[in-house]
């Protein structure tokens, strides 16, 4: 199984940015994915996660601004971010639990990481 996010880049205080996390391999289906962050220095954090049931998880800093949806059809994850802050710069990484097909076992996977700056 194989995670491949895409969408980071450069963009400046206030602006906007599309994450997104396609998932392909031996999977039967995924429960929860989601979306972490890891800013120089600092520890990985949840940034927000979307159950296979459609409940949703959002850091209280991220709130009111980000927004995760998924497409189960394309085992596909986004990240809508919205005014963007420089303290939102950060590595993001998007995660998945995935049940594969070979072993029927919930396994959980981590994409490459995609750099997002927010800077003027």
């Known amino acids: 199984v194989q995670l491949q996010a895409s969408g980071g880049g450069l963009v400046q205080p206030g602006g906007s940015l599309r994450l997104s996390c396609a998932a392909s391999?031996?999977?039967?289906?995924?429960?929860?994915m989601g979306w972490y962050r890891q800013a120089p220095g600092k520890q990985r954090e949840l940034v927000a996660v979307?159950?296979?049931?459609?409940?949703?998880v959002y850091a209280d800093s991220v709130k009111g601004r980000f927004t995760i949806s998924r497409d189960n059809a394309k085992n596909a994850v986004y990240l809508q971010m919205n005014s963007l802050k420089p303290e939102d710069t950060a590595v993001y990484y998007c995660?998945?639990?995935?049940?594969?097909?070979?072993?029927?076992?919930?396994?959980?996977?981590w994409g490459q990481g995609t750099q997002v700056t927010v800077s003027r």
């Open positions: 979307v159950t296979s049931g459609g409940s949703f």
């Open positions: 995660n998945a639990d995935v049940r594969l097909t070979t072993t029927f076992s919930v396994v959980n996977y």
């Open positions: 391999g031996t999977i039967f289906s995924i429960n929860a």
